[in-house]
């Protein structure tokens, strides 16, 4: 059948009627366990009643008044933002891609704004992936997805992860921040060091440079903690989130210092409709119930267990699997035979999974998922995995060199 859509996505023909909690359903009814979660943004699972309340009630209330007017229930959320994290002051946008482009404004917006106009660079680092706008799309730096698109925008550097001698070759009087994945997520779940991001911190301090995070797929729980910088207690000067944010309605958020904030001032930027009062009302029930006491140890519990049972996979089955990667619920299966097989087997089990680069399967599912679906989960991936290698011996499936 043709599509009346831009043929950007390499899309499945699978079509789900309805989710609940950790499960989507086919129109006719086919269940299947939901380790995809939206991207990473389905963080309280499907018809969620108190997601649905919210919406409802602010529904029947207010749709948009625009950023001309006080929105109340957009400063309730901005408080709760800034209670549960570093920062001082937010601005919400639509999606992720748009709190980047923010974050990028607001470093360079900074440094003007503090008597270094020339210092507008942001260094980036290989395999990010921080959004699909021009600006964000320069801070990505790969040429796959710039191809055609004209000259990337500039004042962007980019250096391999964890090389700290390029990083500091690049650094210069005209760099204004250092943007960075706690979590690098699409290009195949790979964790920033033990220990990187504090000598980033220092790294900035010494030379007057911004540190902002891309907490863009690592935030809101997403790896155990309200944010993945708090593992390592280290606080940036910026920083982008949005997709577990609204679990599902579109938002984003970019949070910043006082000092930093307080440089974008009145007119140096603006959204139509973000903070729209019905995003608003659905982040703060995520927010509520994600700080809400215990919350976060049960998705560290949940974890432990996935990742135990996910290492047990892997020993047994060293022709399939090589790693597994991650934190919280963000993790990794780094595969020998192409990822692309893995997810088919995995979606003929009736297990959603998401692919990433570099041969990873990531396994994102909610965060409240149960201990017995998590169970689920791991025997449908003991049963693919059978039949994955039955297809290795047969021949049909090649492996892949994993050790580049
Ligand atoms: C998804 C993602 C983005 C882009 O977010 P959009 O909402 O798609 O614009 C940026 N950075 C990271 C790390 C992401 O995972």
Not at 92 to 118: C, D, H, V, W
Not at 202 to 212: K, Q, R, S, V, Y
Request: with cysteine.
């Amino acid at each position: 059948m043709s599509s009346r859509l831009f043929p950007t996505y390499n899309r499945s023909s699978l079509a789900f009627a309805r989710g609940e909690g950790s499960w989507l359903y086919t129109e006719d009814g086919h269940a299947y366990l939901d380790f995809a979660s939206g991207v990473a943004v389905n963080a309280l699972g499907h018809n969620n009643d108190r997601l649905k309340k919210a919406l409802l009630t602010q529904a029947e209330k207010l749709w948009h008044v625009s950023n001309l007017y006080t929105i109340p229930v957009q400063e309730r959320l901005a408080e709760m933002l800034c209670e549960a994290s570093f920062a001082d002051s937010v601005f919400f946008t639509n999606s992720g891609a748009e709190a980047i482009e923010l974050a990028i404004k607001a470093a360079r917006r900074f440094q003007y704004k503090n008597g270094s106009p020339n210092r507008y660079r942001i260094v980036t680092f290989e395999g990010a992936f921080h959004g699909r706008t021009l600006g964000a799309l320069a801070a990505t730096g790969r040429a796959e997805y710039l191809e055609g698109f004209g000259p990337k925008a500039p004042g962007f550097d980019h250096v391999p992860l964890g090389d700290r001698e390029a990083l500091e070759r690049v650094i210069s009087e005209e760099t204004a921040g250092i943007l960075v994945e706690p979590v690098q997520g699409e290009s195949g779940i790979r964790s920033l060091p033990p220990g990187e991001l504090r000598y980033l911190r220092e790294l900035c301090d010494e030379n007057g440079i911004l540190l902002m995070l891309d907490e863009v797929q690592t935030g809101i729980g997403r790896t155990g903690t309200f944010f993945a910088y708090e593992a390592e207690g280290v606080l940036p000067d910026l920083l982008a989130t949005a997709k577990g944010l609204g679990a599902g309605f579109p938002v984003g958020a970019c949070l910043a210092t006082e000092q930093v904030g307080s440089a974008m001032t009145s007119g140096s930027h603006g959204s139509t409709f973000g903070g729209n009062p019905l995003a608003m009302a659905v982040a703060s029930e995520v927010l509520s119930i994600i700080l809400s006491p215990g919350f976060l140890e049960r998705v560290q519990q949940t974890s432990a267990v996935l990742i135990g049972q996910l290492r047990e996979i892997v020993a047994n089955h060293p022709k399939l699997f090589n790693e597994v990667r991650g934190s919280g619920l963000l993790l990794g299966l780094k595969c020998n035979i192409p990822v692309s097989e893995v997810i088919r087997q995995f979606t003929a089990e009736k297990l959603l999974c998401v692919p990433a680069a570099d041969n990873v399967v990531r396994l994102l599912p909610p965060l409240t998922v149960s201990e017995a679906e998590v169970a689920g989960a791991v025997s449908c991936i003991g049963a693919a995995s059978a039949a994955l290698e039955k297809s290795l011996l047969a021949g049909n499936v090649r492996s892949e060199d994993s050790a580049h």
